[in-house]
């Protein structure tokens, strides 16, 4: 069976965008669930303290963001690719937009009283109050816009993609769905999957007709696997070839130094390790665990910053 393995919880939009992307490819994997709020034991000795959400994993490689999980897929699994042949760049960008800007404004929509009370109908009082501390450190200062704020520039938003949609499509960038859609889809669906909001997206028709398409493209073939077994895979194998097109680090930091990377927008947890790889695309780090043995961490080189580590050198 693959090794292609995700560490996600249900409720995650983040997650949902990447199940997607199994799905449009066709691909079997296997599905740890993780806590939503720290402590996840079982996740950091694999990425040595990066705790968003999700996490994917391939033997001994462990991907941290979804921006570089898209690239890794299509490394991996050419068919169906995530990035267009053509129209890259404007792909990107907007997956970009998508996940940081569209997504804040989808928290703030989502989380207004009506959606909360779907939220929170499925916690006890407890798990809501770890819910809401948990989120309030690891959003670090970054805000979602207010309500009113936010309805605004969605609807100029969605006034734009109807458009799109409707001057072109089926997908956002024509015949076939690439990250831009995957990424546009998972606000989305994160605000109209609470029952109380369902009908958010009923002014723009197009929309909410193309967003139906994506979820319809469903999440591959998911097999349950414990955290235990993801721990006991990483151990038993080897990191994997590091990819063709390396280039030098243009801050100087070279293989073998120790250095820290770390997230630039919020969930701001260094991860410390030995340099083995910097491409424009990529950073990888090697760590070396009990639980886990080596292992390599893939961070994207954009949304993330690479020092040296402090104490090193
Ligand atoms: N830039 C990250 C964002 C991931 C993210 O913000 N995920 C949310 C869940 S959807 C998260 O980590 N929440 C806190 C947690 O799960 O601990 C990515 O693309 O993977």
């Known amino acids: 069976m693959s090794s292609l393995v995700l560490h996600h919880y249900p409720a995650s939009p983040f997650s949902e965008k990447v199940r997607l992307a199994f799905g449009y490819k066709g691909l079997a994997w296997k599905s740890v669930l ?3 709020v720290m402590p996840k034991p079982d996740l950091m000795p ?62 703030a929509i989502a989380f207004q ?11 006890t009082a407890d798990e809501l109050a770890r819910f809401q ?18 309805q605004a520039r969605f609807a100029f938003w969605m006034d734009r993609l109807q458009q799109q949609l409707s001057d072109g499509g089926p997908w956002l960038f024509g015949e076939h769905p690439t990250v831009a859609d995957f990424a546009v889809a998972h606000p989305l669906w994160f605000i109209v999957s609470r029952e109380k909001l369902a009908h958010t997206l009923d002014p723009w028709p197009k929309v909410a007709e193309w967003l139906q398409a994506m979820t319809a493209l469903g999440h591959g073939t998911e097999h349950r696997f414990g955290a235990d077994e993801a721990l006991a895979l990483a151990r038993e194998s080897e990191p994997a070839p590091l990819p063709d097109g390396g280039s030098e680090d243009p801050g100087g930091l070279r293989p073998g130094d120790e250095v820290s990377v770390v997230a630039t927008d919020y969930g701001r947890d260094p991860v410390v390790g030995e340099l083995v790889y910097t491409s424009p695309e990529r950073v990888i780090i090697r760590r070396t665990t009990p639980e886990t043995g080596v292992v390599h961490v893939h961070f994207p080189r954009v949304g993330f910053a690479l020092e040296v580590a402090s104490g090193a050198g």
């Open 133 to 150: 501390q948990d989120r309030a450190s690891f959003m670090d200062g970054l805000r979602p816009p207010s309500l009113a704020v936010a």
């Open 34 to 36: 993780i806590p939503a």
């Open 113 to 123: 009283p009506a959606g909360m009370e779907s939220f929170a109908a499925a916690l």
């Open 46 to 107: 694999l990425t040595g303290g990066y705790r968003k959400t999700p996490v994917m994993q391939f033997g001994a490689d462990v991907y941290c963001d979804t921006q570089l999980m898209m690239c890794e897929l299509d490394r991996r699994y050419p068919d169906c690719p995530l990035l267009p042949a053509a129209g890259q760049a404007s792909a990107e960008a907007m997956a970009d937009w998508a996940d940081h800007t569209l997504f804040l404004h989808g928290v």
